[in-house]
């Protein structure tokens, strides 16, 4: 309704707002609990992730992407390429596989560079990729051929990002890059900075996703490149410097609609009145404070750091408050899985979050997801989130998403929250 009054009045308008449709597919973890293979993958995880965490030099992302379940498409070049990615608010690059991205080394073919262990145990990452007994990077990935792009523009520099679970990794590029896919209503950002990936780690096997679509802030930014969003609020391409984030409910159906995306302005069609704004405390996440928590018969006011962050699935809390929360709940620790486990069925109270002056109820509906084995049991989603010391020590992932619309005001440094009005 919006777009349309908008362009009426302003006629050949060059700001807009612009509404992007999400995907729901099923997360990876789902996938890897059914066939059996989530707990050694885990084990394996996290020893990566001690020793990538002791290396300083090396910034490591929060997300590692593989209980994610919602995806949307964007498009690169001209004409334009079309790619599927996770739009991240706790990350500030985007890449996408190159064109490159699988010419395999020489030397794979050892077995520990088959199946899903590769990315820990093989010498060569780049033997880690995304097909068929894991020897060929990036398989079933779209991947951008610059050649074929009339608006490309070389850039030279190299790009590293570090996940629990592996690595992305190849050089920069820039072009235009547009915000919805093919056909769809469009953001549209010439002169974009994004990675190019040579070499994939098999976190992406079998996942119907090419990449990431940071939506953080350039401080976070590997290489300090200007994230797109960015980039289209500094060159005046939106209506108003800030995007709202609409989540619907996870369920046991995969490949339907997952939600929205409104770049330029607040999503009125589903959210309900805007609560409040909390100013961030630091805009390099999206992290503010967050005052208190209750859950059954556990509180605290103690007061804590937090990031918004869509590409997160569940609640990371501080060990200790996980814990309590766990079990004032009723959810059971399954330290194979690395989740609380949940009859799906469960009556269970709402996890209050008070931020600024607002309490913010998490109603089971977004609070219980589904596990992906077939059986009765579900997931309560908060988890322990070790921060190692520093940054933001709670990550209100997708639950408190779902529930309640996020406004991503990077213009006025702050976050609103407004509810959602899906039933
Ligand atoms: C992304 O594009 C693919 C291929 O055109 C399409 O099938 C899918 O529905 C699109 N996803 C979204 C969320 O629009
Ligand atoms: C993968 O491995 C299986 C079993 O070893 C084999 O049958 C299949 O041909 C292999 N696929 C490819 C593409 O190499």
Request: charge should be negative.
């Amino acid at each position: 309704m919006r777009t349309v009054l908008l362009l009426a009045v302003l006629g050949c308008a060059v700001s807009a707002l612009v509404q992007v449709p999400l995907q729901k597919v099923e997360p990876i973890r789902n996938r890897m609990i059914r066939e059996g293979t989530w707990a050694e993958y885990r084990k394996k995880k996290d020893i990566r992730t001690l020793m990538i965490s002791k290396d300083a030099s090396v910034p490591q992302q929060v997300n590692d992407y593989e209980d994610e379940a919602y995806i949307g498409n964007i498009t690169i070049g001209t004409p334009e390429q079309q790619f599927t990615v996770i739009l991240d608010t706790g990350s500030a690059n985007l890449w996408i596989p190159d064109i490159t991205c699988g010419t395999k080394p020489g030397n794979c073919n050892q077995g520990a560079c088959k199946g899903a262990l590769c990315q820990f145990e093989c010498p060569d990452q780049a033997c880690c990729g995304a097909g068929p007994n894991y020897t060929d990077s990036c398989l079933q990935q779209n991947k951008f051929d610059a050649s074929k792009s009339s608006t490309y523009v070389k850039n030279g520099r190299n790009f590293i990002i570090e996940y629990g679970t592996g690595s992305a990794k190849g050089f920069l590029g820039q072009d235009t890059v547009r915000f919805g896919g093919i056909g769809q209503a469009q953001l549209v950002v010439p002169n974009t900075v994004f990675g190019q990936a040579t070499s994939l780690a098999a976190f992406f096997e079998g996942q119907p996703l090419d990449g990431i679509l940071g939506l953080a802030f350039q401080t976070i930014a590997v290489d300090q490149v200007t994230p797109p969003f960015i980039n289209a609020i500094n060159q005046n391409l939106v209506d108003q410097p800030l995007f709202t984030v609409f989540l619907e409910h996870e369920g046991d159906a995969n490949n339907v609609p997952g939600g929205v995306y409104t770049y330029g302005g607040i999503d009125t069609t589903n959210c309900g009145p805007l609560i409040a704004y909390q100013p961030l405390s630091s805009a390099t996440y999206y992290q503010f404070k967050m005052s208190a928590v209750k859950a059954g018969s556990y509180s605290s006011n103690k007061g804590w750091q937090v990031i918004s962050d869509t590409g997160t699935s569940l609640l990371g809390a501080p060990q200790a408050v996980a814990t309590a929360i766990g079990s004032a709940l009723g959810g059971t620790w399954n330290a194979d899985y690395g989740v609380y486990i949940i009859p799906c069925a469960a009556q269970i109270g709402s996890i209050d979050l008070t931020i600024g002056s607002n309490v913010y109820s998490i109603q089971p509906k977004n609070s219980i997801v589904p596990l992906g084995d077939g059986s009765s049991n579900c997931i309560l989603t908060i988890f322990p989130f070790n921060n190692f010391g520093f940054g933001p020590s709670w990550i209100l992932g997708d639950p408190f998403i779902r529930q309640y619309c996020n406004i991503y005001d990077v213009g006025n440094q702050q976050v609103g929250f407004a509810p959602s009005l899906q039933k």
